[in-house]
């Protein structure tokens, strides 16, 4: 039986592409994303038609108990999961705080926060029952530093980061490896970045920052160095990665 | 008419004395708390002795409308709030992931990231009619970094940080003054450290660290620099700070 | 007699100004400059004007001997060194790599960082046999990070403020107080950015940034803050604080 | 022609290990030691019977010269260097101020920060001149934060990581990858962490914290997420990323 690799969050940019990434690998991979159930077939088609194997599920994450029911679910049916990946953003572009209602601020907190510790309550006891797993954890710019207009998302994400430091704290020890990755730029990622964009903004955008796709960060790319730390030894283990394109400046001097 | 430092948070330990030093300097001060009218009357007593003038209200900061509805009724009947103190605490304990609920996580966050954004949300607009204003945040060693049995708290403070940086960027160059205190050590509060570590520990806790009151930090000298900070020039403006005891280690050597 | 405070770096900028500052409340103040004798004596007699006492002497810092020699003549001439202020910087402008030459880049260090562990080697020993004494150091956004063109400058304090963190470490428990004071902006001192600058630079930039005097970082008001510090009681000290004006991005947001 | 990869710090821990991975994959390895010509001499046997190809030579970084003349010189007789390799460290082991000479504290730095300076100003303008290169740069915990007894080391370490990010902040955009590895653990290295402890409570430690080999981290498992960083894409290049073992707590918790 191949290992599991669950993906909540797989959209057509990293969340897809981590899930091939380990299906290429010997994973089994189970794809949840929040809308389109075409987009969803389409990336189990490409994964198959590559060689893998892999199943797919429509979850809202900020719905009580879908993302708990669908652990459970995996484990009783596909398998054991060996690897989540927590991939939900939780970006509402830049919003002066007039602008941020109270449903908004709670909502980013839901994905960027509350889900990941919904998630971790749910798949880490049965990780340590096995003595053995990883969640990784796609993280934000904003998981380092509020900024203009980051109420709401900064407040969420840089309660993601503490919460992954407090797991790693308890479950580090016992074998369980869990990675918070600062993607510190933006993704080539049609779903979000492009629907946030809009279509001309974002080929723009592309063609821009393009250099030969080297300016976008090419989330096929960002998949290598997931599934890397997943296979780091457990004496040699990476908690915190920052990745960026190599002529995007860091948070710290933007 | 005197100027107005708002409290909410008003315990006999930060909160309070803070309440007392901005009063002993001109201001009203305004004491909101949870629960305990007699203390709050007894503290409000205090102020009045000394010379200053208070007021105080029981305060739910989790229920819906009360933070709000205070900050609106203050500034109709007691003045403008030119100072607001928010010193709420989201501490639970160190407690396992697997005896942390979903409960326990969300009251942290209402208290330690949702709380501030409500308050900020009803004062800051009133703050930026009259181009002035400061709001301290007390914070704590959670807001740093994540840590065994931290999950709930690491997440709420993180977000609190995170937070307070993204006010800054917006309220900064409007000439609001935003400031996080990291409170990084055990503070000689008994209705706080007191209460969670029960009266027989806290007493072994003050005098095994006491050194002459020197050990746990003292409130009236924390409220100094509160004071301090709020009227430091705005060219000159501090953000961030610590604040431990002499014999203290810092959250990064800890 | 009085305590003293001794300022190594006592330009017209944040160092004089200091100096003032404790003179005015009661200390013996002793100036240290490389140049400018003129200069020197100047800001000794608007301090003695004022009603308070002060001495100074110029000084090399990178000159070997030149901190220790005078640390101890102030100690056997004047008094015991109750604060020590460190404020000298090792800006040298931004400079690609290329032209960052190994004098300079050492330069920097021995400014930066060498120059504190000599003052702090010198003067720690007298400040733990009297149990008490303050060490307040001037820092600056390369501490925190590196940038384009900052090779040297970064490096050197980079290393300071971990030298501070160190120094703590060792010396808090023993009842002696470091502050890292992270200036994050542009200081109001014509000695310094002034001359980095030139006059007429200088000149456009606070008028540009002026605002009646806010944009630019006042070193009167700086000041407050250095002295408020010293003062605090030993169960409250602060080790860091940042420092810039309203209209400023901090380092995270720049 | 094979890619050349050189370190500097070819031991029996991390340098030696990733000499060897490289070595492994295409790479001609250059590795440089401070002494023990035989060590390094068993290493290039080890590369060349494992099919590898590799040379090696004595290098004294802190002399004047030496670490230039060796860049020069491969870069002459081996082949353009695309992976450098600088994992000097500069731990002394705790002392207090008192135990710190000013020799010690500079020859910190010699090894903790001008050395990198030094090799990156001989090795960038070669690597600009390609349009690309990598520099991987070991760091330990003490670039992080100060400690007790850091004083010297902490100092050199805080340097070396400002110094790369600015090395980053102006060789980024042109294509050259520098990476800063937080090893922030104990590394089974003989050469350097069992010469520190001597050799019985070396075995002591691996013991105590071994559980088959996981304890210690082991370099040539950290020499794997070497290598992978310096094939990252890119457009997903990490900066910054930290190492420990599963068991170890991270500088911030310690």
């Known amino acids: 039986m191949k290992p599991v690799c669950l993906v909540i969050g797989a959209g057509a940019g990293i969340g897809g592409n981590v899930a091939k990434r380990f299906a290429m690998d010997g994973y089994h991979a189970v794809l949840c994303r929040r809308t389109n159930q075409d987009g969803l077939n389409a990336m189990i088609g490409q994964i198959e038609a590559a060689g893998g194997t892999a199943s797919g599920h429509l979850l809202n994450a900020v719905a009580d108990g879908e993302i708990e029911e669908r652990i459970e679910a995996v484990e009783a049916e596909v398998g054991p999961i060996e690897v989540l990946v927590y991939n939900l953003g939780a970006q509402i572009g830049n919003r002066p705080l007039a602008a941020t209602d109270y449903k908004a601020f709670e909502r980013c907190w839901r994905l960027g926060a509350f889900g990941l510790f919904r998630a971790a309550s749910a798949v880490l006891p049965r990780m340590e029952a096995r003595g053995s797993g990883t969640i990784l954890v796609t993280s934000a710019t904003a998981a380092m530093r509020g900024n203009d207009g980051q109420h709401a998302h900064a407040a ?36 979000t970045l492009g629907r946030m964009l809009g279509p001309d903004k974002f080929q723009e955008l592309r063609e821009k920052r393009g250099m030969e796709h080297d300016g976008l960060m090419l989330p096929e790319r960002i998949a290598d160095t997931y599934f890397h730390v997943a296979q780091q030894h457990r004496s040699t283990w990476t908690q915190e990665l920052d990745m960026r394109s190599f002529g995007d400046s860091p948070w710290y001097n933007n």
Chains 1, 2, 3, 4 share one sequence.
């Open 156 to 191: 969420a994400m840089g309660g993601r980061r503490m919460l992954c430091q407090s797991l790693n704290a308890e479950y580090g020890p016992k074998g369980i490896h869990i990675c918070h990755f600062l993607i510190d730029g933006a993704v080539d990622a049609p779903d």
